[in-house]
């Protein structure tokens, strides 16, 4: 596709329940970003897929967080057993390989966990 | 890992003035900083960027410098416009890296009074 694109835009969850959020990257970016970025925060790394190699997963806040990533397509983060701080914009990122200046934003999924 | 400090957290100038926001890093293997803008409710966007083997770089009202020795690196912009109010990420990154990921400061608010 033209851009990133995350889905859903907007989840509301319960406490306690799981979630998954899903990113499509821009074609042929083999490289893989997720953040999260709390009300009025900055942008915190979560984690890295670049190729087949093994992710950087060294931002991810806890056990409760993990993603996957399809190959060099899709990418899904999933949030087990949700709690309020987990409520956050979570922005997905891709840029071809070995060219982090063409890092390109999706829209980002704003969870509200309730 | 890396770790970037961004200062101030907000500011405020009168329309037509200057903003500078300033940034550190941490690791000295870092050689690519950009600079993101997001405005309200906005995915970030890259506004101008700055690789280590340049101390200046310029785009119009805006400009970027950096000092590798001081890891040291700022964003100027001059002549602000209201269109300028936004958030500004300073962020850090090893370009044509098989492992790299960017690494972002907390951010600034930046707010033009007419």
């Known amino acids: 596709g033209a851009g990133v694109s995350q889905s859903p835009s907007n989840k509301v969850t319960e406490k306690g329940k799981d979630v998954e959020l899903r990113c499509d990257p821009i074609s042929g970016h083999t490289a893989l970003y997720w953040y999260r970025q709390r009300l009025g925060q900055g942008l915190e790394f979560l984690i890295y897929?670049?190729?087949?190699?093994?992710?950087?997963k060294s931002g991810l806040p806890s056990d409760r967080f993990s993603a996957e990533r399809t190959g060099e397509s899709v990418s899904t983060l999933t949030i087990q057993r949700t709690q309020q701080e987990d409520s956050a914009v979570y922005l997905c990122a891709s840029s071809p390989a070995n060219r982090v200046s063409s890092y390109t934003f999706g829209s980002g999924t704003r969870l509200t966990v309730v | 890992g890396e770790n970037v400090e961004q200062h101030p957290s907000t500011l405020s100038v009168q329309e037509g003035d200057s903003a500078v926001i300033k940034c550190t890093y941490s690791d000295s293997a870092s050689n690519y900083f950009p600079w993101y803008k997001q405005e309200l409710g906005k995915r970030p966007q890259l506004i101008i960027d700055?690789?280590?083997?340049?101390g200046e770089k310029k785009d119009q009202r805006i400009a970027v410098t950096l000092n590798k020795t001081a890891k040291h690196f700022s964003l100027h912009i001059t002549e602000t416009q209201p269109e300028d109010s936004a958030v500004y990420f300073c962020?850090?990154?090893?370009?044509?890296?098989?492992?790299?990921?960017?690494?972002f400061g907390s951010g600034t608010r930046l707010s033009i009074r007419p």
């Open positions: 962020a850090a990154s090893i370009a044509y890296s098989s492992a790299s990921k960017i690494i």
């Open positions: 700055i690789r280590s083997n340049v």
């Open positions: 897929f670049q190729g087949n190699s093994a992710p950087d």
